[in-house]
């Protein structure tokens, strides 16, 4: 079993502040994230932050180094800047510019959400955008705030025969997964959401 990395264990210390800091491997390194957004990056041992305002200011001052990443042997500079020894040691300043790193990384992906279309995510497609505009749902931030299934319940008020697999693909497109990709776990769950709604709508029109 692989050892816990040192820098990625301190670097979910000092930065506990900002929210529950998760990592996966990325590039032979390993990426930081909060609630999936990624802020930072450890290559070779070393905490890199990514770019942003607070980190250009704190640059005009004292100059941080980028990241060079080698592709195909050849040094490429990545938006991404040093935490250095003396960094470090300021603990102030070190939560000062990850939450500046962090808050520029969510407002990229909020401009991202902007200017993409539904059509644009992973499993949908253009009938599934117009569909979607015609319950109310005509932004990807929309849909990504309604969930997967409370769109799904809009879409089938008006089109009942859309079924488990228009859930799965809803899911995956939100969470940014091809819906063949989605865990057991994510899919079962899923699965008994499908059966016991259509199991109470059947028992409701029975009623009536």
């Known amino acids: 079993m692989k050892s816990k990395n040192t820098v ?24 930081l994230t909060v609630e999936k957004i990624t802020f930072a990056y450890i290559n070779d041992n070393v905490l890199y932050l990514r770019a942003c305002e607070a980190i250009q200011h704190y640059n005009a001052t004292r100059k ?3 990241l060079i990443y080698r592709k195909r042997g050849v040094p490429v500079q990545l938006n991404y800047f040093k935490v250095d020894t003396q960094l470090w040691q300021d603990r102030e300043q070190l939560l000062r510019l990850s939450a500046g790193s962090l808050a520029a990384a969510k407002q990229e992906i909020e401009d991202r959400l902007v200017s993409m279309r539904i059509k644009d995510l992973a499993n949908l497609s253009l009938r599934i955008e117009m ?3 015609h319950v109310g749902i005509n932004s990807v931030r929309l849909l990504i705030d309604t969930g997967s299934r409370q ?16 859930l799965l693909a809803l899911e995956g497109a939100i969470t940014g997964h091809h819906q063949a990709a989605l865990s057991p776990a994510v899919r079962a769950e899923l699965r008994a959401w499908y059966e016991n709604t259509l199991r109470l709508r059947y028992a409701a029109e029975r009623r009536h």
């Open 131 to 133: 569909m979607l505009h």
């Open 151 to 166: 769109t799904w319940l809009r879409l089938y008020e008006v089109n009942n025969n859309i079924g488990f697999k228009t």
């Open 64 to 66: 941080l180094d980028p």
């Open 8 to 31: 990625v264990e301190q670097s979910k210390v000092e930065l506990a502040e900002l929210g529950k800091i998760e990592s996966r491997t990325q590039f032979g390194g390993y990426a």
